[in-house]
């Protein structure tokens, strides 16, 4: 049977992934992008729709645009429809998705106001894409190579006239995806070839998705809880088109941008109460991960300064990053679900999370019958679970390095990688006597504290590089 995704995206939508490769930008109420093939920069606007169909390993994805462009008091029209078929393979062994997409359909037509028109008679097109799905996010980089010709035709003249304008683009699609946003950023350079000159076009566009934890006190002053934390929502969109016109009739530079900020929206979380954290250093982060329900606590006692169980900073994790896991139902009630460990219970509702990382590699058994679920857990395990389930642990140096700190040597093997990579993430930080302290057992303040650090790196730090460094990359 097949399985089909439909996804429809017009006005009053927000882009799922960013519109066909013209640097356009997809809002609430419309969609805009600039268009080049006429000598010099216009900007058109109206409605688009991206429909997504999936069946089996094969993805195909159609986009209409419907545009026109007011320009000196004159309006110009573009329609483009346009099918592409990606092929999916996947690496099952390797935890990767490889894709090869090819257009399948294509039309396109700009009518302009004196009735010129350019019409799309040819579109060659080939983009190759790897996903790396990590535990935590899934990251994404494609290759994209395309030619493109038009016949213009133009009306206003004496003697109707028809030549051809060679676009030739290549450029690359990369991005990231997890529970706490997402970024896809395009970079794509655009070779216009007419009997006019060249035009030199690099469309940069850059979508992002997020969401942020915001406190909010409660005003009055007679209630039963001083305030809360909110999830804020948010989705914008940036383009940024550098272009060098070199034609007969003028030689031109410059820039132009679109940008698109949508309304956010805001989900109001459940609110802590606990009795024994309002002096204590790691509240407002003991706070937020109880408001998400990552600590399910029944007591109105936390102990922010007992020992942090490897078992329950396993599940955080995983809660954290809505970590996907797959619970099988026995067959029949006979075949009863055996635990992969002695010290683990499959009734245990967090058991699905706990297994979920064993079975990803994010977390290590003490050995091969115990995994040690009360065994209080040490910076150096918590930072490890961290990195790997990001899946950077293989970005530290090559192995014989020495880090930074001054205890370098009391490091575990098994945890150097994690700690170099967090270290450089921003993720931990030494002591005043430049000290990691990597067998410390972590108490459950300083855990959540970690836990916090971890999922502002997954809300902000990503976006920072796949957004704003490749948007400013020369």
Same mark, same amino acid.
């Given at each position: 049977?097949?399985?089909?995704?439909?996804?429809?995206?017009?006005?009053?939508?927000?882009?799922?992934?960013?519109?066909?490769?013209?640097?356009?930008?997809?809002?609430?109420?419309?969609?805009?992008?600039?268009?080049?093939?006429?000598?010099?920069?216009?900007?058109?606007?109206?409605?688009?729709?991206?429909?997504? #169909?999936?069946?089996?390993?094969?993805?195909? =994805?159609?986009?209409?645009?419907?545009?026109?462009?007011?320009?000196?008091?004159?309006?110009?029209?573009?329609?483009?429809?346009?099918?592409?078929?990606? $092929?999916?393979?996947?690496?099952?062994?390797?935890?990767?998705?490889?894709?090869? =997409?090819?257009?399948?359909?294509?039309?396109?037509?700009?009518?302009?106001? &004196? #009735?010129?028109?350019?019409?799309?008679?040819?579109?060659?097109?080939?983009?190759?894409?790897?996903?790396?799905?990590?535990?935590?996010? &899934?990251?994404?980089?494609?290759?994209?190579?395309?030619?493109?010709?038009?016949?213009?035709?133009?009306?206003?003249?004496?003697?109707?006239?028809?030549?051809?304008?060679?676009?030739?683009?290549?450029?690359?699609?990369?991005?990231?995806?997890?529970?706490?946003?997402?970024?896809?950023? $395009?970079?794509?350079?655009?070779?216009?070839?007419?009997?006019?000159?060249?035009?030199?076009? =690099?469309?940069?566009?850059? &979508?992002?998705?997020?969401?942020?934890?915001?406190?909010?006190?409660?005003?009055?002053?007679?209630?039963?809880?001083?305030?809360?934390?909110?999830?804020?929502?948010?989705?914008? =969109?940036?383009?940024?088109?550098?272009?060098?016109?070199?034609?007969?009739?003028?030689?031109?530079?410059?820039?132009?941008?679109?940008?698109?900020?949508?309304?956010?929206?805001?989900?109001?979380?459940?609110?802590?109460?606990?009795?024994?954290?309002?002096?204590?250093?790691?509240?407002?982060?003991?706070?937020?991960?109880?408001?998400?329900?990552?600590?399910?606590?029944?007591?109105?006692?936390?102990?922010?300064?007992?020992?942090?169980?490897?078992?329950?900073?396993?599940?955080?994790?995983?809660?954290?990053?809505?970590?996907?896991?797959?619970?099988?139902?026995?067959?029949?009630?006979?075949?009863?679900? !055996?635990?992969?460990?002695?010290?683990?219970?499959?009734?245990?509702?967090?058991?699905?999370?706990?297994?979920?990382?064993?079975?990803?590699?994010?977390?290590?058994?003490?050995?091969?019958?115990?995994?040690?679920?009360?065994?209080?857990?040490?910076?150096?395990?918590?930072?490890?679970?961290?990195?790997?389930?990001?899946?950077?642990?293989?970005?530290?140096?090559?192995?014989?390095?020495?880090? #930074?700190?001054? &205890?370098?040597?009391?490091?575990?093997?098994?945890? #150097?990688?994690?700690?170099?990579?967090?270290?450089?993430?921003?993720?931990?930080?030494?002591?005043?006597?430049?000290?990691?302290?990597?067998?410390?057992?972590?108490?459950?303040? !300083?855990?959540?504290?970690?836990?916090?650090?971890?999922?502002?790196?997954?809300?902000?730090?990503?976006? $920072?590089?796949?957004?704003?460094?490749?948007?400013?990359?020369?």
């Amino acid at each position: 049977m097949a399985i089909f995704f439909i996804l429809i995206l017009g006005v009053n939508g927000a882009s799922a992934k960013l519109l066909d490769f013209n640097g356009g930008v997809l809002g609430e109420y419309s969609y805009e992008e600039y268009v080049f093939l006429t000598g010099k920069p216009l900007k058109f606007s109206g409605t688009a729709t991206v429909t997504e #169909k999936e069946n089996k390993n094969q993805v195909t =994805t159609t986009y209409k645009f419907n545009l026109t462009s007011n320009d000196l008091g004159v309006t110009h029209k573009l329609t483009r429809n346009i099918v592409y078929v990606s $092929q999916l393979k996947n690496h099952v062994s390797k935890g990767q998705t490889t894709s090869s =997409t090819t257009v399948k359909s294509y039309t396109e037509k700009i009518t302009m106001a &004196d #009735k010129t028109t350019y019409t799309l008679d040819h579109y060659k097109f080939s983009k190759g894409s790897v996903i790396d799905n990590r535990p935590a996010i &899934d990251y994404y980089s494609g290759t994209i190579i395309a030619n493109k010709i038009y016949k213009r035709n133009k009306k206003n003249v004496k003697v109707a006239t028809n030549d051809l304008i060679t676009v030739n683009i290549n450029g690359h699609d990369l991005g990231y995806k997890n529970f706490w946003g997402s970024t896809d950023t $395009q970079l794509i350079d655009h070779e216009i070839e007419s009997p006019e000159g060249t035009i030199f076009v =690099t469309s940069k566009v850059s &979508d992002n998705k997020s969401k942020i934890l915001e406190y909010e006190p409660n005003l009055p002053f007679l209630s039963s809880f001083t305030g809360g934390h909110s999830v804020i929502s948010n989705s914008s =969109t940036v383009a940024e088109y550098d272009y060098e016109i070199s034609l007969k009739s003028s030689n031109t530079t410059g820039t132009v941008s679109l940008n698109n900020e949508n309304t956010p929206t805001v989900e109001r979380l459940i609110v802590p109460k606990f009795r024994d954290i309002e002096k204590h250093w790691s509240k407002p982060n003991i706070e937020k991960l109880y408001s998400l329900g990552i600590f399910d606590e029944s007591s109105n006692f936390f102990s922010p300064d007992a020992a942090m169980k490897k078992d329950l900073f396993t599940v955080a994790v995983a809660k954290a990053v809505d970590l996907r896991v797959l619970e099988e139902k026995p067959k029949n009630k006979k075949n009863v679900k !055996k635990a992969l460990f002695t010290d683990l219970d499959v009734k245990d509702p967090n058991y699905v999370y706990i297994e979920s990382a064993l079975n990803k590699e994010i977390v290590s058994p003490v050995n091969a019958d115990i995994f040690g679920a009360n065994k209080s857990i040490t910076r150096a395990e918590a930072v490890t679970i961290i990195v790997r389930s990001l899946g950077l642990e293989g970005r530290a140096p090559t192995p014989g390095y020495t880090t #930074k700190f001054i &205890d370098d040597n009391k490091i575990p093997k098994a945890a #150097k990688d994690s700690i170099y990579v967090a270290s450089e993430l921003g993720l931990i930080d030494p002591d005043k006597k430049n000290r990691i302290n990597p067998n410390e057992v972590l108490t459950r303040g !300083k855990a959540s504290q970690l836990l916090v650090r971890y999922m502002n790196f997954l809300e902000s730090d990503l976006k $920072q590089n796949y957004r704003d460094d490749m948007m400013n990359f020369k």
